[in-house]
């Protein structure tokens, strides 16, 4: 099994809400990754786990908190979210956190629109 | 902006090649990416190459590096409509360093477009 799956693929909420979203793969990879991607921009980096702990955050706002369950699952928890906050989020894997020596496996994304 | 730099644009008849055109900054050790994204979807890589490489080449696919320049090239040979989608270049050093710990340095990306 060679794949990221993310769920759910579109999510249309409310700046009141909360929601998740969820990220799953089963390669063994010990780092994975949350990017948000504006329509026509590269993706942005916002978090890196690694073995299970949080090693990057890239000044996100709290309205976004990342959760890492276990080595499988990565989780991104959404509060009270602005509209400006609707993008693409990718969730990647790789094998270690290492710069360059590893591949990203990038999942399909949630494609999510705040109302 | 970005400090890796791509063109916007690129079209192409089926058939023909493309080359997909990248500048990156780092000049140390570094691992140069493409990667290929389809309308709503994630990426997917295709190949990458370290910067102490000229040249890889895996089917259809040749990537030029010049390192002189910092100048990294896609080509795409007989490129078919299923080539339509945005590339995007990426660098990732090879060091690791609390800044550079797996963050990619994406360009804008080339939305490449095949025309029959």
């Known amino acids: 099994d060679t794949e990221v799956t993310q769920t759910p693929k579109h999510l249309v909420m409310g700046m009141t809400n909360k929601k998740s979203l969820k990220c799953e793969q089963h390669?063994?990879?010990?780092?994975m990754y949350w990017y948000k991607q504006k329509a026509k921009k590269p993706p942005e980096l916002m978090f890196v786990?690694?073995?299970?702990?949080?090693?990057i955050n890239e000044s996100v706002p709290s309205r976004f908190s990342p959760e890492c369950p276990n080595s499988s699952l990565l989780n991104l928890h959404l509060h009270a979210l602005q509209p400006e906050d609707s993008a693409l989020y990718l969730c990647?894997?790789?094998?270690?956190?290492?710069?360059?020596?590893?591949?990203?496996?990038f999942g399909p994304g949630t494609r999510l629109t705040v109302l | 902006g970005e400090d890796v730099e791509q063109s916007l644009f690129l079209s192409v008849r089926e058939g023909d090649s493309s080359v997909i055109n990248c500048t990156y900054t780092?000049?140390?050790?570094?691992?140069l990416y493409w990667y290929k994204q389809e309308p709503g979807a994630g990426l997917q890589l295709l190949t990458y190459?370290?910067?102490?490489?000229d040249m890889k080449q895996d089917q259809r696919l040749t990537v030029l590096l010049n390192k002189k320049d910092k100048h990294l090239s896609l080509r795409i040979a007989d490129t078919q409509t299923g080539d339509s989608a945005i590339y995007f270049c990426?660098?990732?050093?090879?060091?690791?360093?609390?800044?550079?710990?797996?963050?990619?340095?994406f360009g804008a990306g080339t939305q490449v477009v095949v025309t029959p």
């Open positions: 990647a894997s790789s094998q270690e956190a290492l710069a360059g020596a590893d591949e990203q496996f």
């Open positions: 390669m063994g990879h010990r780092a």
């Open positions: 786990y690694s073995y299970e702990k949080l090693s």
């Open positions: 780092d000049s140390s050790s570094t691992y």
């Open positions: 190459i370290f910067s102490n490489m």
């Open positions: 990426a660098e990732l050093p090879e060091l690791m360093t609390t800044d550079s710990w797996g963050k990619f340095q």
